[in-house]
């Protein structure tokens, strides 16, 4: 069986954001206002304080980390600003 290429990372790469709080870089896709792929780098893992001080728990880092409020605002942020595109405005 062959595998079916995405495309959708084609369509619309991955563009960088910083958070404002930390300076650590990510890369982000936004599908809409409400769902955001991100792709964290090693020193974005490490300049995260909310990620840091995650709750011991379960999950593939052995922490619990949701996400971090701080990146979430700057990625909003940059949206609203028009830096990063919106794949399916609602």
Do not use: Y
Request: net charge positive; hydrophobic share 35%; aromatic share 4%.
């Amino acid at each position: 069986m062959a595998v079916r290429t995405d495309g959708r990372l084609v369509d619309s790469p991955m563009q960088a954001v910083q958070c404002g709080a930390c300076g650590g870089r990510v890369e982000v896709r936004k599908s809409s206002w409400d769902q955001t792929s991100i792709q964290w780098h090693e020193d974005a893992v490490r300049a995260c304080a909310e990620r840091r001080d995650a709750q011991p728990g379960s999950g593939p880092n052995g922490r619990f980390f949701s996400g971090c409020k701080a990146l979430r605002d700057s990625v909003r942020a940059a949206a609203a600003r028009g830096e990063i595109a919106i794949q399916a405005e609602d």
